[in-house]
Structure formats: structure tokens, C-alpha cells
């Protein structure tokens, strides 16, 4: 599997705007998809964003919508989450995903603090 390195969580006001990062290493990403989930204090994860690395269909989650965009660049084997016009109720840790899209257990990346003042 591959390892997954996540960056770009941070303290941002209300309003403002962060772009996390997740880089992929030692596998391919042919045939899966990749995304984030997050989890606030007390809460379950939740899912956020997903794209799939072939053809790059994306899927967020109603709250993040028209908010939050994933991307990736394949040649950097990595994937973006462009968060605007963040809320307190945005604040969380991300956690980055990878999954074979076919199906079977989510390999999860570390995690990275997003917190949202208001």
C-alpha cells in the first residue's frame, strides 16, 4: 500500500482559505480512489471529498459543497483539498484516504489539524 503524507492543515479565520495536500509514495494509484474524511472533537468521521485517479470524478459531501474542491496532479502522485470560505463547525482533524476503487479497507494517512476561529 502506499504510504500517504498529509500537509497544509493550520489555524485560519472564518473566511479564510487552506489547501491540504496528501502525497502518495511507494505504490501506485492506478485503479484507486483517493480523499479525505475528518473528525471533529467527540464526533465519528466523517466523509469529505473523494476523486478517483483514473478519469478524476470527484464527490464531496453536502456540507463542503460549493466550499471545499479536490483535485490531483497524477504526476506528483498527489491529491488537494481547496477549502474556502471556512466555518468554526469545519474544524477537525483531515485525515487523507486511499482505496482500491473496486472495493476494500481504506488505507488512511495521518492526519493534519484544521482549526476555524470565529
Known amino acids: 500500500q502506499a504510504q500517504l503524507a498529509e500537509s497544509g492543515g493550520g489555524v485560519v479565520q472564518a473566511g479564510g482559505s487552506l489547501r491540504l495536500s496528501c502525497s502518495a509514495s511507494?505504490?501506485?494509484?492506478?485503479?484507486?480512489?483517493m480523499g479525505w474524511y475528518r473528525q471533529a472533537p467527540g464526533e465519528e468521521r466523517e466523509f469529505v471529498a473523494f476523486i478517483l485517479w483514473n478519469g478524476g470524478n470527484t464527490g464531496h459531501a453536502e456540507s463542503v459543497k460549493g466550499r471545499f474542491t479536490i483535485s490531483r496532479d497524477s504526476a506528483k502522485n498527489t491529491a488537494y483539498l481547496q477549502m474556502n470560505n471556512l466555518k468554526p463547525e469545519d474544524t477537525a482533524i483531515y485525515y487523507c484516504?486511499?482505496?482500491?476503487?473496486?472495493?476494500?479497507?481504506?488505507?488512511w494517512g495521518q492526519g493534519t489539524q484544521v482549526t476555524v476561529s470565529s
Open positions: 484516504y486511499t482505496r482500491q476503487t473496486a472495493g476494500g479497507s481504506l488505507n
Open positions: 511507494g505504490g501506485t494509484l492506478s485503479g484507486y480512489t
